[in-house]
Protein backbone atom coordinates (compact mmCIF):
# COMPACT_ATOMS: atom_id res chain seq x y z
CA UNK A 1 0.00 0.00 0.00
CA UNK A 2 1.20 3.34 -1.18
CA UNK A 3 -0.88 5.56 0.18
CA UNK A 4 -3.08 7.57 0.50
CA UNK A 5 -2.64 7.02 4.56
CA UNK A 6 -4.78 7.54 7.45
CA UNK A 7 -2.46 10.26 9.43
CA UNK A 8 -3.62 10.37 13.06
CA UNK A 9 -1.42 13.86 15.13
CA UNK A 10 -2.09 13.94 18.85
CA UNK A 11 -1.70 17.61 19.91
CA UNK A 12 -2.04 18.90 23.24
CA UNK A 13 -2.86 22.27 24.86
CA UNK A 14 -0.25 23.80 27.55
CA UNK A 15 -0.32 26.93 29.54
CA UNK A 16 2.08 29.58 27.78
CA UNK A 17 5.10 29.97 30.15
CA UNK A 18 6.51 32.56 28.45
CA UNK A 19 3.57 34.54 29.13
CA UNK A 20 3.68 36.31 32.77
CA UNK A 21 -0.34 36.17 33.24
CA UNK A 22 -1.22 33.53 35.50
CA UNK A 23 1.49 33.62 37.09
CA UNK A 24 0.81 33.55 41.05
CA UNK A 25 3.42 35.25 43.26
CA UNK A 26 4.91 32.69 44.66
CA UNK A 27 5.12 31.51 41.21
CA UNK A 28 2.74 28.81 40.77
CA UNK A 29 0.51 28.57 37.62
CA UNK A 30 -3.19 29.42 37.58
CA UNK A 31 -4.03 27.24 34.62
CA UNK A 32 -7.45 29.31 34.77
CA UNK A 33 -5.95 32.66 33.92
CA UNK A 34 -2.32 31.31 32.26
CA UNK A 35 -2.51 32.43 28.48
CA UNK A 36 -3.17 29.25 26.40
CA UNK A 37 -0.65 27.96 23.46
CA UNK A 38 -0.37 24.61 20.75
CA UNK A 39 2.50 22.49 22.79
CA UNK A 40 5.53 23.82 20.82
CA UNK A 41 6.80 20.06 20.38
CA UNK A 42 3.51 19.46 18.20
CA UNK A 43 3.93 21.75 15.47
CA UNK A 44 6.85 19.20 14.60
CA UNK A 45 4.34 16.95 14.70
CA UNK A 46 1.57 18.89 12.59
CA UNK A 47 4.36 19.70 10.16
CA UNK A 48 4.93 15.35 9.81
CA UNK A 49 1.65 14.55 9.42
CA UNK A 50 1.32 17.15 7.02
CA UNK A 51 3.98 16.42 5.05
CA UNK A 52 2.77 12.72 4.46
CA UNK A 53 -0.57 13.93 3.46
CA UNK A 54 0.96 16.50 0.81
CA UNK A 55 3.49 13.87 -0.41
CA UNK A 56 1.95 10.97 -0.21
CA UNK A 57 -2.10 11.89 -0.25
CA UNK A 58 -4.23 10.53 2.47
CA UNK A 59 -5.97 12.40 5.52
CA UNK A 60 -5.10 13.96 8.79
CA UNK A 61 -7.24 14.14 11.72
CA UNK A 62 -6.19 16.18 14.80
CA UNK A 63 -7.06 14.20 18.32
CA UNK A 64 -6.57 16.14 21.95
CA UNK A 65 -7.74 15.85 25.21
CA UNK A 66 -8.58 18.68 27.47
CA UNK A 67 -10.76 21.11 28.61
CA UNK A 68 -13.48 22.22 26.02
CA UNK A 69 -10.89 25.34 25.24
CA UNK A 70 -8.82 23.13 23.62
CA UNK A 71 -10.83 22.92 20.69
CA UNK A 72 -8.83 26.34 19.90
CA UNK A 73 -5.92 24.28 19.31
CA UNK A 74 -8.09 21.85 16.76
CA UNK A 75 -9.34 25.22 14.26
CA UNK A 76 -4.95 26.15 14.90
CA UNK A 77 -4.67 22.57 13.73
CA UNK A 78 -7.49 22.77 10.68
CA UNK A 79 -5.79 26.06 9.68
CA UNK A 80 -2.57 24.61 8.55
CA UNK A 81 -4.23 22.37 6.37
CA UNK A 82 -5.54 19.31 8.81
CA UNK A 83 -8.60 17.66 7.79
CA UNK A 84 -10.64 16.87 10.79
CA UNK A 85 -10.37 17.16 14.78
CA UNK A 86 -11.67 15.33 17.72
CA UNK A 87 -11.66 16.72 21.31
CA UNK A 88 -11.50 13.97 24.53
CA UNK A 89 -13.13 16.49 26.88
CA UNK A 90 -14.50 14.90 30.30
CA UNK A 91 -14.19 15.97 33.76
CA UNK A 92 -13.49 12.53 34.49
CA UNK A 93 -10.14 13.06 32.78
CA UNK A 94 -9.02 15.49 35.86
CA UNK A 95 -5.57 14.87 37.40
CA UNK A 96 -4.50 12.31 34.81
CA UNK A 97 -1.22 10.85 35.02
CA UNK A 98 0.51 9.44 31.65
CA UNK A 99 -0.64 6.13 31.73
CA UNK A 100 -4.26 7.29 32.43
CA UNK A 101 -4.19 9.90 29.80
CA UNK A 102 -2.01 6.76 27.27
CA UNK A 103 -5.34 5.04 28.49
CA UNK A 104 -7.82 7.68 27.03
CA UNK A 105 -6.22 8.51 24.02
CA UNK A 106 -5.76 4.65 23.21
CA UNK A 107 -10.10 4.29 23.76
CA UNK A 108 -10.08 8.21 21.64
CA UNK A 109 -7.81 6.40 18.58
CA UNK A 110 -9.81 3.17 18.61
CA UNK A 111 -12.82 5.04 18.68
CA UNK A 112 -11.66 7.53 15.62
CA UNK A 113 -11.25 4.41 13.53
CA UNK A 114 -8.15 2.86 11.47
CA UNK A 115 -4.72 4.55 10.59
CA UNK A 116 -1.37 3.85 9.32
CA UNK A 117 0.80 6.17 11.53
CA UNK A 118 0.07 8.06 14.53
CA UNK A 119 2.15 11.42 15.02
CA UNK A 120 3.11 12.77 18.19
CA UNK A 121 5.27 15.51 19.50
CA UNK A 122 8.57 14.48 21.66
CA UNK A 123 7.23 15.76 24.38
CA UNK A 124 4.76 18.49 26.31
CA UNK A 125 6.06 21.55 27.86
CA UNK A 126 3.74 21.11 30.93
CA UNK A 127 4.76 17.67 31.93
CA UNK A 128 8.09 16.90 29.59
CA UNK A 129 7.54 13.62 30.09
CA UNK A 130 8.29 12.20 26.75
CA UNK A 131 5.70 9.24 28.13
CA UNK A 132 2.60 9.38 26.31
CA UNK A 133 3.39 8.69 23.12
CA UNK A 134 5.29 5.19 24.07
CA UNK A 135 2.86 4.60 26.32
CA UNK A 136 -0.58 4.79 24.14
CA UNK A 137 2.49 2.69 21.51
CA UNK A 138 2.13 -0.42 24.04
CA UNK A 139 -1.48 -0.43 24.31
CA UNK A 140 -2.26 -0.07 20.55
CA UNK A 141 0.89 -2.97 20.05
CA UNK A 142 2.64 -0.83 18.13
CA UNK A 143 6.53 -0.58 16.79
CA UNK A 144 7.36 3.28 17.68
CA UNK A 145 10.25 5.42 16.59
CA UNK A 146 10.68 8.26 19.27
CA UNK A 147 13.14 11.16 18.72
CA UNK A 148 12.15 11.02 14.56
CA UNK A 149 13.76 13.66 12.73
CA UNK A 150 13.20 13.09 9.87
CA UNK A 151 11.69 10.00 7.40
CA UNK A 152 9.96 9.23 4.46
CA UNK A 153 7.73 6.30 2.95
CA UNK A 154 8.67 4.05 0.69
CA UNK A 155 5.22 2.05 -0.39
CA UNK A 156 3.71 2.05 3.31
CA UNK A 157 7.15 1.72 4.79
CA UNK A 158 8.59 3.84 7.05
CA UNK A 159 12.47 4.80 6.71
CA UNK A 160 13.28 7.57 9.72
CA UNK A 161 16.28 8.91 11.54
CA UNK A 162 16.46 9.07 14.91
CA UNK A 163 18.71 10.92 17.33
CA UNK A 164 20.40 9.01 19.91
CA UNK A 165 23.27 9.80 22.49
CA UNK A 166 26.11 11.17 20.22
CA UNK A 167 24.34 10.01 17.24
CA UNK A 168 21.64 8.96 15.08
CA UNK A 169 20.42 5.83 14.18
CA UNK A 170 18.27 4.95 11.35
CA UNK A 171 15.46 2.49 10.96
CA UNK A 172 12.60 1.47 8.84
CA UNK A 173 9.41 -0.38 9.53
CA UNK A 174 5.89 -1.62 8.07
CA UNK A 175 3.02 0.73 8.94
CA UNK A 176 1.19 1.06 11.30
CA UNK A 177 3.45 2.65 13.60
CA UNK A 178 3.93 5.51 16.09
CA UNK A 179 6.18 8.43 15.84
CA UNK A 180 7.58 11.46 17.90
CA UNK A 181 8.93 13.94 16.03
CA UNK A 182 11.77 15.74 17.43
CA UNK A 183 12.12 19.51 17.37
CA UNK A 184 15.37 19.11 15.13
CA UNK A 185 12.70 18.19 12.15
CA UNK A 186 11.21 20.48 9.86
CA UNK A 187 9.11 23.68 11.32
CA UNK A 188 5.74 24.20 11.05
CA UNK A 189 5.02 26.09 7.49
CA UNK A 190 3.02 28.91 8.14
CA UNK A 191 -1.00 28.53 8.16
CA UNK A 192 -1.94 29.32 4.30
CA UNK A 193 -4.67 32.32 3.59
CA UNK A 194 -6.92 29.53 2.42
CA UNK A 195 -6.78 27.69 5.65
CA UNK A 196 -7.15 30.32 7.63
CA UNK A 197 -10.25 31.69 5.92
CA UNK A 198 -11.65 28.36 5.60
CA UNK A 199 -11.72 27.92 9.32
CA UNK A 200 -12.82 31.68 9.45
CA UNK A 201 -15.82 30.52 7.73
CA UNK A 202 -16.81 27.47 9.76
CA UNK A 203 -16.72 29.38 13.01
CA UNK A 204 -19.60 31.59 11.58
CA UNK A 205 -21.58 28.20 10.84
CA UNK A 206 -21.35 26.13 14.12
CA UNK A 207 -23.34 23.42 12.33
CA UNK A 208 -20.74 23.02 9.46
CA UNK A 209 -17.71 23.30 12.05
CA UNK A 210 -19.55 20.18 13.67
CA UNK A 211 -18.85 18.35 11.02
CA UNK A 212 -15.01 19.15 11.03
CA UNK A 213 -14.17 19.06 14.64
CA UNK A 214 -16.23 16.69 17.15
CA UNK A 215 -15.75 16.81 20.72
CA UNK A 216 -16.51 13.14 22.70
CA UNK A 217 -16.42 12.39 26.29
CA UNK A 218 -15.65 8.88 27.99
CA UNK A 219 -19.34 7.28 27.33
CA UNK A 220 -19.03 8.45 23.70
CA UNK A 221 -15.43 6.37 23.32
CA UNK A 222 -16.89 3.56 26.04
CA UNK A 223 -13.79 4.18 27.94
CA UNK A 224 -13.61 2.81 31.85
CA UNK A 225 -13.92 5.88 34.21
CA UNK A 226 -12.06 4.26 36.48
CA UNK A 227 -8.97 3.97 34.66
CA UNK A 228 -9.07 7.30 34.01
CA UNK A 229 -8.42 10.42 36.36
CA UNK A 230 -6.68 10.48 40.04
CA UNK A 231 -8.75 6.80 40.09
CA UNK A 232 -6.96 5.68 37.11
CA UNK A 233 -3.31 7.28 37.70
CA UNK A 234 -0.39 5.07 39.55
CA UNK A 235 1.59 8.39 40.62
CA UNK A 236 0.05 11.94 42.45
CA UNK A 237 2.25 14.55 43.24
CA UNK A 238 2.55 13.68 46.91
CA UNK A 239 4.34 17.16 48.15
CA UNK A 240 5.95 20.23 46.01
CA UNK A 241 8.64 21.88 48.02
CA UNK A 242 10.34 25.38 47.51
CA UNK A 243 13.40 24.96 45.66
CA UNK A 244 16.29 25.96 48.36
CA UNK A 245 18.58 28.94 47.21
CA UNK A 246 21.71 28.34 45.99
CA UNK A 247 24.97 30.15 46.53
CA UNK A 248 22.78 33.58 47.40
CA UNK A 249 26.38 35.65 47.17
CA UNK A 250 26.16 37.12 43.94
CA UNK A 251 28.38 40.09 43.24
CA UNK A 252 26.00 41.93 41.78
CA UNK A 253 27.50 45.27 38.71
CA UNK A 254 24.70 47.66 37.90
CA UNK A 255 23.72 50.88 36.93
CA UNK A 256 27.14 51.40 35.80
CA UNK A 257 28.70 52.51 32.23
CA UNK A 258 28.50 48.70 30.48
CA UNK A 259 32.61 48.96 30.20
CA UNK A 260 33.28 49.89 33.67
CA UNK A 261 30.89 47.05 34.79
CA UNK A 262 32.47 44.63 32.23
CA UNK A 263 35.72 46.00 33.81
CA UNK A 264 35.23 45.13 37.14
CA UNK A 265 33.67 41.69 36.39
CA UNK A 266 36.90 40.76 34.32
CA UNK A 267 38.84 41.68 37.16
CA UNK A 268 36.70 39.90 39.95
CA UNK A 269 36.30 36.98 38.26
CA UNK A 270 38.48 33.90 36.80
CA UNK A 271 37.46 34.32 32.96
CA UNK A 272 40.50 35.77 31.94
CA UNK A 273 42.32 32.18 32.90
CA UNK A 274 40.18 30.57 30.28
CA UNK A 275 40.62 33.34 27.32
CA UNK A 276 42.60 31.84 24.26
CA UNK A 277 45.80 32.75 23.19
CA UNK B 1 -4.78 -0.41 65.19
CA UNK B 2 -5.19 0.27 61.96
CA UNK B 3 -3.36 3.57 61.66
CA UNK B 4 -0.20 1.31 61.54
CA UNK B 5 -1.32 -1.01 59.34
CA UNK B 6 1.23 -0.81 56.16
CA UNK B 7 -0.33 -0.51 52.95
CA UNK B 8 2.38 -0.92 50.98
CA UNK B 9 2.21 -3.68 48.38
CA UNK B 10 4.26 -6.78 49.59
CA UNK B 11 8.00 -6.87 48.96
CA UNK B 12 11.37 -7.67 49.11
CA UNK B 13 12.59 -4.67 48.37
CA UNK B 14 14.66 -5.04 45.17
CA UNK B 15 15.75 -2.44 43.19
CA UNK B 16 16.30 -3.33 39.54
CA UNK B 17 18.29 -0.94 37.17
CA UNK B 18 17.55 -1.31 33.31
CA UNK B 19 21.76 -0.95 32.39
CA UNK B 20 22.32 0.24 28.66
CA UNK B 21 24.99 -0.19 26.33
CA UNK B 22 25.90 1.64 22.71
CA UNK B 23 27.54 -0.14 20.41
CA UNK B 24 29.19 -2.29 22.68
CA UNK B 25 29.92 0.83 25.32
CA UNK B 26 28.48 0.94 28.81
CA UNK B 27 26.92 4.18 29.38
CA UNK B 28 27.81 6.31 32.38
CA UNK B 29 24.32 6.95 33.21
CA UNK B 30 24.04 3.42 34.05
CA UNK B 31 26.88 3.39 36.70
CA UNK B 32 25.12 6.50 38.19
CA UNK B 33 21.73 4.38 38.54
CA UNK B 34 23.35 2.13 40.55
CA UNK B 35 25.09 4.44 42.77
CA UNK B 36 21.36 5.68 43.61
CA UNK B 37 20.08 2.45 42.97
CA UNK B 38 22.10 1.06 46.06
CA UNK B 39 21.77 3.73 48.56
CA UNK B 40 18.03 2.86 47.55
CA UNK B 41 18.31 -0.74 47.76
CA UNK B 42 20.08 -0.42 51.46
CA UNK B 43 17.56 1.77 52.47
CA UNK B 44 14.88 -1.19 51.42
CA UNK B 45 16.93 -3.76 52.97
CA UNK B 46 16.59 -5.68 49.57
CA UNK B 47 19.09 -6.11 46.69
CA UNK B 48 20.70 -4.35 44.08
CA UNK B 49 20.51 -6.40 40.79
CA UNK B 50 20.75 -5.05 36.97
CA UNK B 51 19.72 -6.30 33.58
CA UNK B 52 22.37 -6.03 30.45
CA UNK B 53 20.96 -6.60 27.04
CA UNK B 54 23.73 -6.68 23.87
CA UNK B 55 25.47 -8.69 22.06
CA UNK B 56 29.30 -9.98 23.00
CA UNK B 57 28.94 -8.20 26.42
CA UNK B 58 32.30 -9.32 28.02
CA UNK B 59 33.38 -7.38 30.79
CA UNK B 60 30.39 -5.37 31.09
CA UNK B 61 28.77 -7.53 33.62
CA UNK B 62 31.49 -7.93 35.62
CA UNK B 63 32.23 -4.19 35.77
CA UNK B 64 28.46 -3.72 36.94
CA UNK B 65 28.98 -5.75 40.08
CA UNK B 66 32.03 -3.62 40.49
CA UNK B 67 29.88 -0.76 40.53
CA UNK B 68 27.92 -2.19 42.85
CA UNK B 69 24.82 -4.77 41.37
CA UNK B 70 24.43 -7.75 43.69
CA UNK B 71 22.78 -9.29 40.98
CA UNK B 72 23.60 -9.16 37.11
CA UNK B 73 21.27 -10.83 34.20
CA UNK B 74 22.69 -10.77 30.96
CA UNK B 75 20.56 -11.03 27.65
CA UNK B 76 23.60 -11.81 25.05
CA UNK B 77 22.12 -12.68 22.08
CA UNK B 78 22.62 -11.06 18.09
CA UNK B 79 19.17 -9.66 17.64
CA UNK B 80 19.86 -7.82 20.86
CA UNK B 81 23.30 -6.05 19.57
CA UNK B 82 21.81 -2.83 19.09
CA UNK B 83 18.91 -1.03 21.28
CA UNK B 84 15.29 -2.03 19.47
CA UNK B 85 11.99 -0.97 21.05
CA UNK B 86 10.03 -4.05 21.21
CA UNK B 87 13.11 -6.83 21.52
CA UNK B 88 14.47 -5.00 24.27
CA UNK B 89 10.83 -4.51 25.93
CA UNK B 90 10.41 -8.19 25.20
CA UNK B 91 13.21 -9.42 27.05
CA UNK B 92 12.70 -6.84 30.16
CA UNK B 93 9.11 -7.61 30.43
CA UNK B 94 9.83 -11.83 30.12
CA UNK B 95 12.13 -10.92 32.83
CA UNK B 96 10.05 -9.02 35.13
CA UNK B 97 7.68 -11.50 34.60
CA UNK B 98 9.71 -14.34 36.08
CA UNK B 99 10.32 -12.50 39.39
CA UNK B 100 8.09 -14.29 42.35
CA UNK B 101 7.46 -10.20 43.30
CA UNK B 102 8.08 -7.72 41.29
CA UNK B 103 10.59 -5.84 41.85
CA UNK B 104 10.24 -3.12 44.24
CA UNK B 105 11.77 -0.02 41.96
CA UNK B 106 12.81 -0.21 38.50
CA UNK B 107 15.09 2.51 37.14
CA UNK B 108 16.36 3.84 33.40
CA UNK B 109 18.00 6.87 32.18
CA UNK B 110 16.72 9.37 30.57
CA UNK B 111 18.21 8.67 27.59
CA UNK B 112 16.50 8.14 24.38
CA UNK B 113 16.75 4.82 24.83
CA UNK B 114 15.33 4.90 28.41
CA UNK B 115 12.66 7.32 27.53
CA UNK B 116 11.67 5.17 24.75
CA UNK B 117 11.62 2.01 26.19
CA UNK B 118 10.42 2.95 30.21
CA UNK B 119 7.00 4.08 29.16
CA UNK B 120 6.77 0.65 27.05
CA UNK B 121 7.20 -1.45 30.54
CA UNK B 122 5.63 1.55 32.75
CA UNK B 123 2.41 0.42 30.41
CA UNK B 124 2.34 -3.06 30.25
CA UNK B 125 2.98 -3.71 33.78
CA UNK B 126 0.48 -0.59 34.42
CA UNK B 127 2.12 0.65 36.91
CA UNK B 128 3.63 4.69 37.91
CA UNK B 129 6.37 5.90 35.81
CA UNK B 130 8.44 9.60 36.78
CA UNK B 131 10.40 11.28 34.47
CA UNK B 132 14.07 12.85 34.81
CA UNK B 133 14.48 12.98 38.57
CA UNK B 134 16.81 14.40 40.41
CA UNK B 135 16.73 12.97 43.59
CA UNK B 136 15.25 9.83 44.41
CA UNK B 137 14.54 8.42 47.75
CA UNK B 138 12.81 5.88 49.95
CA UNK B 139 10.31 7.07 53.10
CA UNK B 140 6.59 6.59 54.07
CA UNK B 141 3.34 8.38 52.78
CA UNK B 142 -0.05 8.77 54.52
CA UNK B 143 -3.02 8.62 51.71
CA UNK B 144 -5.50 10.61 52.96
CA UNK B 145 -7.36 11.84 49.76
CA UNK B 146 -11.08 9.90 50.10
CA UNK B 147 -11.64 9.87 46.10
CA UNK B 148 -10.97 5.75 46.53
CA UNK B 149 -11.22 4.96 50.38
CA UNK B 150 -9.75 1.86 49.44
CA UNK B 151 -6.54 3.53 49.43
CA UNK B 152 -6.62 5.70 52.43
CA UNK B 153 -4.01 4.76 54.77
CA UNK B 154 -0.16 4.37 55.48
CA UNK B 155 2.22 3.28 53.12
CA UNK B 156 6.12 2.77 53.98
CA UNK B 157 9.18 2.39 52.05
CA UNK B 158 7.42 4.39 49.10
CA UNK B 159 9.98 5.54 46.30
CA UNK B 160 10.12 9.19 46.02
CA UNK B 161 10.75 10.44 43.14
CA UNK B 162 11.39 14.16 42.72
CA UNK B 163 11.64 16.70 39.86
CA UNK B 164 11.40 19.90 38.94
CA UNK B 165 7.92 21.00 38.60
CA UNK B 166 6.49 22.85 35.74
CA UNK B 167 6.62 26.44 35.25
CA UNK B 168 7.62 27.06 39.06
CA UNK B 169 10.18 26.89 41.65
CA UNK B 170 8.97 24.01 43.16
CA UNK B 171 10.25 20.04 43.61
CA UNK B 172 7.58 17.45 43.11
CA UNK B 173 7.49 14.84 45.24
CA UNK B 174 6.00 12.04 42.71
CA UNK B 175 5.04 8.52 44.64
CA UNK B 176 3.23 5.51 42.73
CA UNK B 177 2.64 3.88 45.94
CA UNK B 178 -0.03 1.30 45.44
CA UNK B 179 2.02 -1.19 42.87
CA UNK B 180 5.66 -2.17 42.90
CA UNK B 181 7.79 -1.70 40.35
CA UNK B 182 7.90 1.82 41.06
CA UNK B 183 9.31 3.22 38.29
CA UNK B 184 11.73 6.47 37.66
CA UNK B 185 14.15 7.91 35.18
CA UNK B 186 17.10 10.11 35.62
CA UNK B 187 19.20 12.30 33.81
CA UNK B 188 23.05 11.36 32.77
CA UNK B 189 24.90 13.35 35.38
CA UNK B 190 22.51 14.03 38.05
CA UNK B 191 22.94 10.71 40.12
CA UNK B 192 27.21 9.67 41.69
CA UNK B 193 28.23 6.39 40.44
CA UNK B 194 29.81 4.52 43.38
CA UNK B 195 33.96 4.15 43.98
CA UNK B 196 34.57 0.83 41.43
CA UNK B 197 35.68 -2.38 43.57
CA UNK B 198 36.95 -4.59 41.67
CA UNK B 199 36.48 -7.43 44.95
CA UNK B 200 32.89 -7.09 45.18
CA UNK B 201 31.20 -10.12 44.39
CA UNK B 202 28.18 -10.64 42.78
CA UNK B 203 26.26 -13.34 40.69
CA UNK B 204 25.40 -12.96 36.80
CA UNK B 205 22.80 -14.59 35.67
CA UNK B 206 22.29 -15.42 31.88
CA UNK B 207 18.36 -14.58 31.57
CA UNK B 208 16.83 -16.39 27.98
CA UNK B 209 16.12 -14.23 25.04
CA UNK B 210 12.52 -15.08 23.47
CA UNK B 211 11.92 -12.93 20.91
CA UNK B 212 8.58 -13.59 18.69
CA UNK B 213 7.99 -12.00 15.14
CA UNK B 214 6.30 -8.78 16.10
CA UNK B 215 9.31 -7.98 18.03
CA UNK B 216 11.02 -7.43 15.26
CA UNK B 217 8.81 -5.50 13.40
CA UNK B 218 11.40 -2.39 13.40
CA UNK B 219 14.77 -2.80 11.65
CA UNK B 220 17.95 -0.99 12.37
CA UNK B 221 19.83 -0.02 9.17
CA UNK B 222 22.60 1.36 10.81
CA UNK B 223 23.58 3.49 14.05
CA UNK B 224 25.80 6.41 13.87
CA UNK B 225 27.74 8.07 16.42
CA UNK B 226 29.15 11.21 15.67
CA UNK B 227 30.92 12.01 19.26
CA UNK B 228 33.24 14.09 17.86
CA UNK B 229 30.46 16.20 15.52
CA UNK B 230 28.07 17.09 18.38
CA UNK B 231 27.74 19.99 20.40
CA UNK B 232 30.54 18.95 23.48
CA UNK B 233 28.30 20.56 26.21
CA UNK B 234 29.78 18.03 28.56
CA UNK B 235 33.13 18.30 27.97
CA UNK B 236 33.32 21.98 27.61
CA UNK B 237 35.19 24.40 30.30
CA UNK B 238 33.01 27.23 29.58
CA UNK B 239 29.94 27.74 28.42
CA UNK B 240 28.08 30.92 26.82
CA UNK B 241 24.24 30.27 27.41
CA UNK B 242 21.52 32.62 25.42
CA UNK B 243 18.15 32.45 26.90
CA UNK B 244 14.81 33.94 25.71
CA UNK B 245 16.34 37.73 26.49
CA UNK B 246 18.38 37.45 23.55
CA UNK B 247 15.36 38.20 21.55
CA UNK B 248 15.61 36.55 18.36
CA UNK B 249 17.68 33.63 16.94
CA UNK B 250 20.40 36.32 15.66
CA UNK B 251 21.02 36.79 19.38
CA UNK B 252 22.78 33.21 18.66
CA UNK B 253 25.72 34.79 16.73
CA UNK B 254 26.63 36.66 19.73
CA UNK B 255 27.20 34.35 21.57
CA UNK B 256 29.09 32.21 19.49
CA UNK B 257 31.51 35.20 19.00
CA UNK B 258 31.59 35.24 22.97
CA UNK B 259 32.37 31.76 23.26
CA UNK B 260 35.08 32.16 20.65
CA UNK B 261 37.04 34.34 23.35
CA UNK B 262 37.52 31.36 25.59
CA UNK B 263 39.65 28.07 25.36
CA UNK B 264 37.46 24.75 24.81
CA UNK B 265 34.47 26.15 25.06
CA UNK B 266 30.79 25.55 23.72
CA UNK B 267 27.36 27.44 23.53
CA UNK B 268 24.42 26.28 25.39
CA UNK B 269 21.11 27.45 25.47
CA UNK B 270 17.92 27.61 27.86
CA UNK B 271 14.80 25.31 26.82
CA UNK B 272 12.25 27.60 25.80
CA UNK B 273 14.62 29.15 23.05
CA UNK B 274 14.93 25.35 21.31
CA UNK B 275 11.79 25.23 21.79
CA UNK B 276 11.37 28.35 19.44
CA UNK B 277 13.59 27.08 16.91
CA UNK B 278 16.43 29.49 17.55
CA UNK B 279 19.07 26.83 17.92
CA UNK B 280 18.91 23.05 17.92
CA UNK B 281 18.18 20.88 20.84
CA UNK B 282 21.06 19.26 21.11
CA UNK B 283 22.55 22.88 22.69
CA UNK B 284 19.88 23.05 25.47
CA UNK B 285 20.93 23.17 28.77
CA UNK B 286 18.26 21.97 31.89
CA UNK B 287 16.10 19.49 33.27
CA UNK B 288 15.05 17.77 29.75
CA UNK B 289 17.97 18.71 27.76
CA UNK B 290 21.92 18.28 29.27
CA UNK B 291 23.49 18.29 32.48
CA UNK B 292 26.38 20.07 32.51
CA UNK B 293 29.37 21.19 34.87
CA UNK B 294 32.10 23.68 33.01
CA UNK B 295 33.94 25.88 34.92
CA UNK B 296 32.61 28.89 33.50
CA UNK B 297 28.88 28.81 32.69
CA UNK B 298 27.98 32.31 31.06
CA UNK B 299 24.29 32.84 31.11
CA UNK B 300 23.09 35.23 29.04
CA UNK B 301 19.03 36.95 29.05
CA UNK B 302 18.27 33.51 31.08
CA UNK B 303 15.99 33.95 33.73
CA UNK B 304 16.91 31.01 35.57
CA UNK B 305 13.81 28.61 35.82
CA UNK B 306 14.11 25.74 37.74
CA UNK B 307 13.99 23.20 34.77
CA UNK B 308 17.51 25.35 33.97
CA UNK B 309 19.12 25.64 37.12
CA UNK B 310 19.39 21.66 37.80
CA UNK B 311 21.06 21.10 34.55
CA UNK B 312 24.15 23.97 35.26
CA UNK B 313 23.88 24.79 38.95
CA UNK B 314 27.04 22.65 39.72
CA UNK B 315 28.94 24.77 37.32
CA UNK B 316 32.13 26.35 38.95
CA UNK B 317 31.47 29.98 38.28
CA UNK B 318 28.00 31.23 37.48
CA UNK B 319 27.90 34.77 35.58
CA UNK B 320 24.77 36.08 34.42
CA UNK B 321 23.57 38.72 32.33
CA UNK B 322 20.23 39.99 32.49
CA UNK B 323 18.09 42.99 32.53
CA UNK B 324 16.02 42.24 35.39
CA UNK B 325 17.43 42.63 38.00
CA UNK B 326 15.10 40.82 40.20
CA UNK B 327 15.50 37.49 37.47
CA UNK B 328 15.95 34.13 39.71
CA UNK B 329 19.27 33.80 38.19
CA UNK B 330 20.77 36.57 40.21
CA UNK B 331 19.70 34.40 43.40
CA UNK B 332 22.13 31.36 42.53
CA UNK B 333 24.90 32.82 39.78
CA UNK B 334 28.23 33.73 41.75
CA UNK B 335 28.75 37.37 38.99
CA UNK B 336 26.01 39.17 37.88
CA UNK B 337 25.22 42.10 35.24
CA UNK B 338 21.92 44.13 34.94
CA UNK B 339 21.85 45.10 31.86
CA UNK B 340 21.62 44.35 28.20
CA UNK B 341 23.03 41.47 26.54
CA UNK B 342 23.69 43.53 23.61
CA UNK B 343 25.54 45.82 25.62
CA UNK B 344 27.30 43.90 27.60
CA UNK B 345 28.56 41.03 25.78
CA UNK B 346 29.97 43.10 22.58
CA UNK B 347 31.63 44.99 25.62
CA UNK B 348 33.33 41.44 27.19
CA UNK B 349 34.38 40.66 23.73
CA UNK B 350 36.14 44.26 23.08
CA UNK B 351 37.66 44.15 26.37
CA UNK B 352 39.05 40.56 25.89
CA UNK B 353 40.46 41.93 23.14
CA UNK B 354 42.16 44.84 24.23
CA UNK B 355 43.62 42.50 27.47
CA UNK B 356 44.65 39.80 24.51
CA UNK B 357 46.78 42.66 22.03
CA UNK B 358 48.48 43.98 24.79
CA UNK B 359 49.24 41.81 27.31
CA UNK B 360 49.78 38.67 24.68
CA UNK B 361 49.98 35.14 25.73
CA UNK B 362 51.57 35.94 29.07
CA UNK B 363 48.14 35.83 31.02
CA UNK B 364 46.76 33.07 28.70
CA UNK B 365 46.07 29.99 30.77
CA UNK B 366 45.93 27.03 29.34
CA UNK B 367 43.39 24.38 30.85
CA UNK B 368 43.61 21.22 29.40
Redesign the interface.
Known sequence: MAGPYEIFVLIKQV?D??SKAG?NPD???DRAKAKRMLN??DRYALQAALHVKRTYGGRVTAISMGPPPAVEILLEALEHGVDRGFLLSDRRLAAS???AT?YALYKTVTHVGKFDLIFCGL?T???????????L???L?L?????CEDFHLDDGRL?AR?????????????AP?LITV???YH?LAYKSFRGAWRVQQLQRNPEELGKYIRTVDLDIIQADPERCG??G???????????G???????????HA??E???E??E?????????? | MSESVNLAPPSDGEVLVIAEQILGELQPVSLELLGAGRYLADKLGGKLSTVILGDNLGDIPKKLIEYGADTVYVADDPELRTYRTLSYRRVVCDLLETFKLPPHIVLLGSTTTGRDLAPRIAANFETGLTADCTELDIGPYEHKSKVDPSKVGLYEGCLYAIRPSFGESLKARILGPWKNPQMATTRPGQMTPLAPDANRVGKIVNIPVKLQKEDLRLVVAETVREVSKGVRLAEADVIVSGGYGLGSKEGFELMHELAKCFENSAVGASRKVVDLGWIPYEHQVGQTGKTVRPKIYIACGISGAIQHRVGMSKSGTIIAINKDPDAPIFKFAHHGIVGDVYQIVPELIRQFKDKLATKGEKTVVHTH
Not at chain 1, 125 to 135: I, K, S, Y
Not at chain 1, 143 to 147: E, G, H, N, R, S
Open positions: PQGLGTIPFDTLAQTDGDTAQVGPQAERSPQVTYHRIIEGGVQFVDCVAANSPLKSPTIVAATEKVELGGNCSMYEGPDMVGLIKSNLKEFLVA
